[in-house]
């Protein structure tokens, strides 16, 4: 069975512009959620969405959109990129919700390095 | 982010203990997971621990929680240079968001 999948692996924009990510989850799971990594630091919750729907957000501007489709892949948009978006982008899927439910653990993607130049 | 903090590195020699520490601030967190990331490689989950659980334990790692002092750790008995690393601990609140640490980097000396 395939993992996570993100696409592409690596990607430079310049400031200003608009950038789409893509993340394909294991088969089977129904929740995807989105975290930055900076560089030294710890991944930082985006966003969470189950059965196409949003059910969690964390801490990051309204230039930061995502969705999830009929088939529970799942697209990152970041508009009017800042220098300070360079990062790697981590895509993880689960069965079910975020918790503690057996055998609901989260699957990461390798992640897509995102440079703004 | 939001609050999880940990030490950045650790440095134990082969064949000892190494203990990875953790503190978290919200109270309402329910489960706390401790998470791997080798260079080029994703995040691994290592083990997981209910807010309800004072201890852990699978194979070589203990899990210890301190709910009163919101303090966490990692244990890894008999450290191997294969265990060098940057270890994440995370906790889950509200079934809807995740916030990890900083991360500690682990160096194991052979």
């Known amino acids: 069975d395939a993992g996570v999948t993100q696409s592409p692996t690596h990607l430079i924009k310049t400031r200003g512009q608009h950038v789409t990510l893509r993340c394909s989850p294991i088969?089977?799971?129904?929740?995807v959620s989105w975290y930055q990594q900076v560089l030294g630091q710890g991944p930082q919750f985006i966003f969470q969405y189950y059965e196409k729907e949003e059910r969690g957000r964390g801490n990051f501007p309204d230039r930061f959109s995502a969705r999830q489709f009929p088939n529970y892949s799942s697209e990152l948009n970041v508009n009017a990129l800042l220098l300070g978006d360079s990062a790697l982008y981590l895509c993880?899927?689960?069965?079910?919700?975020?918790?503690?439910?057996?055998?609901?653990?989260?699957?990461f993607g390798p992640g897509t390095r995102l440079t703004v130049l | 982010g939001e609050d999880v903090e940990q030490s950045l590195f650790l440095s134990v020699r082969e064949g000892d203990s190494s203990v990875i520490n953790c503190t978290y601030t919200d109270s309402s967190s329910t489960y706390l997971y401790w998470y791997k990331q080798e260079p080029g490689a994703g995040l691994q989950l290592l083990t997981y621990i209910f807010s309800n659980m004072d201890m852990k334990q699978d194979q070589r790692l203990t899990v210890l929680l301190n709910k009163k002092d919101k303090h966490l750790s990692l244990r890894i008995a008999d450290t191997q240079t294969g265990d060098s690393a940057i270890y994440f601990c995370a906790e889950g609140r509200n079934f809807n968001k995740f916030y990890f640490g900083s991360g500690t980097k682990l160096n194991v000396k052979p």
């Open positions: 088969s089977g799971h129904k929740s």
């Open positions: 993880a899927s689960s069965l079910e919700v975020l918790g503690p439910l057996l055998n609901n653990e989260q699957f």
